[in-house]
């Protein structure tokens, strides 16, 4: 079997640069997109290619996706895991705080996949994997944008799982609970945002970045080709399905 190729968006740390450094170990050849160098994660992986580009920008990242196959020759895996969590009540957030974003959480996912769309087409063989938020089932009250827009990602996984399978090309998403990275410290998780999160689970700890790997994992496996447009919760029992 020839050696895959992934690309992960928002690989400079948390759960990005996690999920890059375990398909590194699995095996596979690790492209990550930030919009900020990433040597941290470069350090971690032999024959990295660092991508430096804003998600939102169509020409930027269809320039880096070149670099890509320009280095490994061909694309297998994408996984959309870029994103902003910003918390205020919605009477507070403004129009241009709303399409920033829906444009980083939502239209970004769609300019990736799009742009990669034609490389997994041609390997024959392919995994999209967005990650939404298990946000979207306890409906926190001051993050209105950020759940609309995770909502709307798992519409896009839905759709477009069933207008890909023909290629061979599945699509998923993972909905993880509040992840402690450093910026869900520095945000959301900071003030007692951990402790609210942690009293709703079934499973008494905060989620940590190591705790997805398993299930991207699962979702990108060679054997995984007959589970495609569902998204998995693994949010610690925050929400039952």
Not at 150 to 166: D, Q, S
């Amino acid at each position: 079997m020839e050696t895959r190729t992934a690309l992960v968006t928002g690989a400079a740390q948390g759960l990005g640069q996690e999920f890059a450094v375990a398909l590194a170990g699995r095996g596979y050849r690790v492209a990550g997109l930030d919009l900020v160098p990433q040597p941290e994660t470069a350090g971690k992986i032999l024959d990295y290619v660092e991508l430096t580009a804003d998600v939102t920008d169509e020409t930027q990242v269809r320039r880096e996706l070149e670099r890509v196959i320009d280095r490994f020759g061909t694309l297998h895996v994408v996984v959309n895991n870029a994103g902003v969590y910003p918390a205020k009540p919605f009477e507070e957030t403004s129009v241009e705080e709303w399409r920033r974003i829906m444009r980083v959480n939502l239209e970004a996912p769609f300019l990736v996949t799009r742009a990669a769309l034609p490389y997994l087409k041609a390997a024959g063989w392919g995994r999209v994997v967005n990650i939404a938020s298990a946000a979207v089932l306890t409906a926190p009250p001051t993050m209105v944008p950020y759940v609309a827009s995770k909502m709307g990602l798992i519409g896009f996984t839905r759709a477009l799982a069933a207008a890909l399978a023909p290629n061979g090309i599945t699509v998923n998403a993972i909905a993880p609970s509040m992840v402690r990275t450093a910026t869900a410290e520095r945000t959301v998780g900071a003030g007692g945002g951990f402790e609210s999160v942690r009293e709703r689970q079934a499973v008494p700890r905060t989620q940590e970045p190591s705790d997805l790997v398993s299930t991207l994992l699962y979702v990108v496996d060679e054997g995984s080709g007959f589970l495609t447009g569902q998204t998995l919760n693994v949010s610690g029992g925050s929400a039952f399905l």
